[in-house]
């Protein structure tokens, strides 16, 4: 193997490790916000086909409880 080739290769080893190292270090503390946003997202869902199962206009019905929402934050 060539020196160029060798050096290249230590460098790409490197730079993925440290890579790898700030993105653990960063993460520290999303776990709680990645399940929240799952929840959100999984209540929206459940939200969504009931709402297709009754037959009611999603778009509608989504933006009366953000709206409700809203409201109740304002108060």
């Not at 193997?1 to 653990?24: K, P």
């Not at 969504?48 to 778009?59: E, K, P, S, Y």
Request: proline residues 0%; hydrophobic residues 45%; without cysteine.
């Amino acid at each position: 193997m060539s020196n160029s080739i060798l050096s290249a290769q230590v460098r790409a080893i490197t730079w993925t490790r440290s890579l790898v190292e700030r993105v653990r270090s960063s993460e520290k503390g999303q776990g709680a916000t990645e399940y929240a946003g799952v929840v959100i997202v999984s209540i929206i869902i459940v939200f969504a086909i009931i709402t297709a199962v009754r037959g009611l206009n999603i778009g509608t019905s989504l933006t009366d409880k953000i709206k409700e929402l809203l409201n109740e934050k304002t108060k």
